[in-house]
């Protein structure tokens, strides 16, 4: 397509190198939209004739046909998917095909073709949270009042509901979502398609034209940086990090849930796989590989966001590998997604351990000092110190709870603790009174719920 101005054939590795139509196959039909919506403005503006033109859209098509149903004949020797197409609808319709590529170049093609891609990518991704974010909320919803310990620094603080920590992810994944569509916004603002090589044409495109065809909000108003940017792409992958930053965060409390010394929560057989040495095991590598796999996303941002800083103005063939990258990680979180969403579907909670680990540890000591500060009008650091001594003598006589204390034991640290103080020490009412807005008093959670609900239609 190329080869007017050499004598020789490139060397192989020349060619393995160069080649990326194994990855770019990916985006024929956003090459073919693209080249569809160019040679209907080629023969509007009188650039092509309008036979050519019917004869270009035709043959399109019937390479769209091959493609997907498997016939096409790709080649490395044609480097990429843009060139695989174009020398195909030349062989298939002669002439017309080599008109096609007037008043376009590869790099406005592939800066088009690469936005679309990331548009749609971004938008199904969004989509799929909102799967996902079902499941959680059902899951909250039949968990609504389930105690569960509240941990910071991984160390019992207070007791919490499990509906309310599982809408904490639902909160988390809607900001996800958002970012995500924002990506596609920002991908589908400017269009580059007409800036040509770098420095746009002498034809007489009609660019508006194209960029509405195509669904961008306008033609792009640099032609260079039309050319030479990906950062709708960064900002696709940077979200999309983020987004598998809370996926990892849910897998990592599975493994810590479902393993024994927890119990709390019990992984399907579909979602659970075992050991081919311990017959007893229940591992959860789904999780586990969400985890790692976050890990991998996060360097594809990484790896692009190096390729691309140091690169000159305009184009420069590092971009070629932005798709790897960008595929990669798409398909990494795709996946992810799937397998969170089925973990989630199908968990079963086990009420009692968590009940009892929301117990120990004395969760409710702040419950202790808060009943002193509101009943006897204690000054808080006060109660805090007093509450802190209850739970030393709690410890020294080996009572695990501090609702199982004694009210006697209680009173010998401060006589004035009664037993309507002893009382809102158990894990239940402990929740009940944490009923600020957004707190996790499942009549809260029970609000929260119905708002997403409202969301979600
Ligand atoms: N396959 C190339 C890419 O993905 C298309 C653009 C090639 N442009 C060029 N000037 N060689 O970036």
């Not at 960064?234 to 479902?258: K, P, Q, Y």
């Not at 603790?417 to 809260?444: C, F, H, M, N």
Request: hydrophobic share 45%; glycine share 6%; aromatic share 6%.
């Amino acid at each position: 397509m190329w080869g007017g101005r050499f004598a020789a054939q490139p060397a192989d590795a020349m060619q393995a190198i160069n080649a990326s139509i194994d990855v770019d196959k990916r985006l024929w039909r956003e090459d073919i939209e693209g080249s569809k919506a160019h040679a209907d403005m080629l023969a509007a503006r009188g650039i092509i004739t309008p036979e050519d033109n019917q004869a270009i859209q035709a043959g399109l098509d019937q390479i769209a046909a091959e493609i997907a149903s498997g016939v096409f004949p790709f080649s490395a020797a044609l480097e990429d998917i843009h060139l695989n197409i174009e020398a195909r609808l030349t062989e298939r319709i002669g002439e017309p095909g080599k008109r096609l590529h007037t008043a376009r170049s590869r790099n406005d093609q592939v800066a088009t073709d690469f936005k679309l891609w990331v548009m749609r990518a971004s938008r199904e991704t969004g989509d799929g949270l909102r799967i996902l974010q079902k499941s959680l909320l059902r899951q909250a919803e039949a968990h609504v009042d389930w105690v569960m310990p509240g941990f910071t620094h991984l160390q019992t603080a207070q007791p919490i509901t499990l509906g309310h920590h599982l809408l904490a992810y639902v909160a988390m994944m809607e900001r996800d979502r958002v970012r995500l569509i924002g990506a596609a916004l920002e991908a589908a603002w400017e269009c580059p398609l007409g800036s040509a090589a770098l420095a746009g044409t002498s034809y007489p495109i009609d660019r508006d034209s194209t960029a509405n065809a195509l669904g961008f909000h306008a033609p792009s108003a640099n032609s260079l940086d039309a050319v030479g940017s990906r950062d709708f792409a960064l900002a696709a992958l940077a979200n999309l990090s983020i987004a598998a930053t809370h996926l990892s965060r849910l897998a990592e409390e599975l493994v810590l849930w479902t393993s024994p010394q927890f119990g709390f929560a019990t992984l399907s057989d579909g979602w659970s796989t075992g050991s081919s040495i311990m017959p007893q095991k229940r591992n959860p590598d789904a999780a586990e590989l969400i985890r790692a796999k976050a890990a991998r996303i996060g360097a594809d941002f990484a790896a692009l966001n190096s390729i691309v800083q140091k690169l000159p103005l305009a184009y420069a063939k590092d971009l070629q590998e932005d798709k790897a990258l960008t595929f990669n990680a798409f398909d990494a979180f795709s996946l992810s997604l799937t397998a969170m969403t089925g973990m989630i579907e199908t968990i079963r909670f086990n009420r009692a351990p968590m009940r009892d680990a929301a117990a120990r540890g004395y969760s409710t000591a702040t419950d202790l000092a808060d009943w002193l500060v509101r009943e006897l009008k204690t000054p808080f650091r006060e109660a805090h110190e007093i509450t802190g001594r209850i739970v030393r003598r709690a410890e020294q006589l080996g009572v695990a709870e501090l609702a199982q204390m004694p009210l006697g034991e209680l009173q010998a640290v401060d006589g004035r603790i009664s037993e309507a103080a002893r009382t809102l020490l158990a894990v239940e009412k402990s929740v009940e009174s944490r009923d600020s807005y957004g707190g996790t008093a499942p009549q809260r959670v029970r609000e929260q719920i119905e708002r997403w609900r409202e969301m979600f239609k």
